[in-house]
């Protein structure tokens, strides 16, 4: 009794702070592990991979926790050989299943973590010689190069999602819950958890660092549940895609042709399209043929008012590949998706102007909707893209 009378409620305070995210950590690692369903939103199917690897982070944080706990609690000395490995074992770990979680993001191609997880020798190097001679002092080293990881991993992804954000322009129309922008967030609150954890051994900073971790499961959470399992068809050089069996090799032996059409579909002389191939791609006579096709098919019919419409669905309308289509909005000066979200501005410009002479009783959010798109906030970026103003702006200037 003397001794639990003893302890401040700082530190109990800390402790609990401390356990609660071991448990909640333990308990999502076992949610994403064993639901096979999405509790958060229903009608989403996250990519397997990063729930795998999500999985794998929650469960290395709870160990984490567990196994820094028993070490505090029962020993305390910080320069026994144990310490020096789990500092390794924790960097190693959790680096690991970070590079691992966010990479699995992003879903235009497979990105390996294996060169990262290569990087990581120098600190398994730094523990060695921290138990060979413990009278010197290895961990700030490793400490420092891990955080110089983390530096170079954030470049890495800057570029990464780059590439990752034009790739969705070039493929789909609706971006909502696609874009992963929210993984630049991620990784400084990791980045900046583990400033903290390095650097600081008391004080007000490893309450925020326990806070942060409640912060960081419930975006990573999140981030899992919400993000959807793309088109693998959409991914050139995954199953199911062929348009990189039809692009041009640059020496003119084996252009791309058009895929074949379905029955019942005119041909319209786009069969010798092979032999039109200009020195840029594809060659004149076959970009007025899409463009044809494009307004027959897609503007006409008002097949650009389908929700979440891909460039792959749009290339099976038409009957040519992908790789015609995207070489067909590169000639325009626009990608897929400005294609797209034109087409339904200009619609939903239209539907205002009618409803207006009509006198018509209307909500911005239905002719939104009306226009293709799932979500108010996203016709709203979109709109002011297209027309360099906010909905309100135009709707006062057209009065």
């Not at 690897?53 to 020993?75: E, K, N, P, R």
Request: overall charge neutral.
């Amino acid at each position: 009794m003397d001794t639990l009378e003893q302890i401040s409620p700082r530190t109990i305070l800390f402790f609990m702070l401390y356990g609660g995210a071991a448990v909640v950590a333990a308990i999502l690692f076992l949610y994403i592990l064993l639901r096979r369903g999405n509790a958060f939103a229903a009608n989403i199917t996250p990519p397997l991979r990063l729930r795998r690897w999500a999985a794998a982070f929650f469960a290395v944080a709870a160990v984490g926790h567990l196994w820094w706990f028993l070490l505090y609690t029962f020993s305390g000395f910080t320069r026994s050989w144990g310490f020096v490995e789990l500092v390794v074992l924790d960097c190693f770990m959790m680096l690991t299943t970070v590079y691992g979680t966010l990479l699995s993001m992003l879903q235009d191609r497979r990105r390996p973590v294996w060169p990262f997880v290569a990087a990581m020798a120098p600190i398994v190097v730094l523990g060695g010689l921290q138990i060979v001679w413990p009278g010197t002092n290895f961990v700030p080293p490793i400490i420092l190069y891990t955080l110089l990881l983390y530096v170079v991993f954030i470049i890495y992804m800057v570029v990464a999602i780059r590439q990752y954000g034009q790739w969705l322009r070039d493929n789909y129309a609706d971006l909502e819950h696609k874009e992963v922008w929210q993984s630049h967030a991620l990784l400084i609150l990791f980045l900046l958890l583990l400033a903290i954890y390095g650097f600081t051994t008391d004080g007000p900073s490893m309450f925020l660092l326990r806070i942060a971790d409640f912060v960081l499961f419930g975006l990573l959470l999140w981030r899992v549940e919400t993000l959807p399992t793309l088109d693998p068809d959409a991914i050139p050089g995954e199953r199911g895609d062929n348009s990189c069996a039809h692009e041009p090799d640059g020496s003119g032996a084996h252009a791309p042709r058009p895929e074949r059409k379905a029955t019942g579909q005119r041909d319209g002389g786009h069969s010798g399209a092979a032999g039109l191939q200009g020195k840029n791609g594809v060659g004149d006579e076959v970009l007025a043929s899409i463009g044809q096709l494009l307004t027959e098919r897609c503007v006409d019919t008002g097949l650009y008012l389908q929700h979440d419409l891909t460039l792959a669905q749009l290339s099976a309308t038409i009957g040519f590949n992908r790789t015609y289509l995207s070489q067909y909005f590169s000639s325009q000066g626009m990608n897929y998706n400005a294609y797209i979200n034109g087409l339904r501005i200009n619609h939903f410009v239209s539907l205002y102007q009618e409803a207006v002479a009509a006198q018509r009783t209307f909500t911005l959010q239905q002719l939104a909707s009306d226009s293709g798109y799932g979500s108010y906030s996203t016709f709203s970026l979109a709109f002011k893209q297209r027309m360099g103003q906010s909905v309100t702006a135009w709707m006062q200037e057209t009065k």
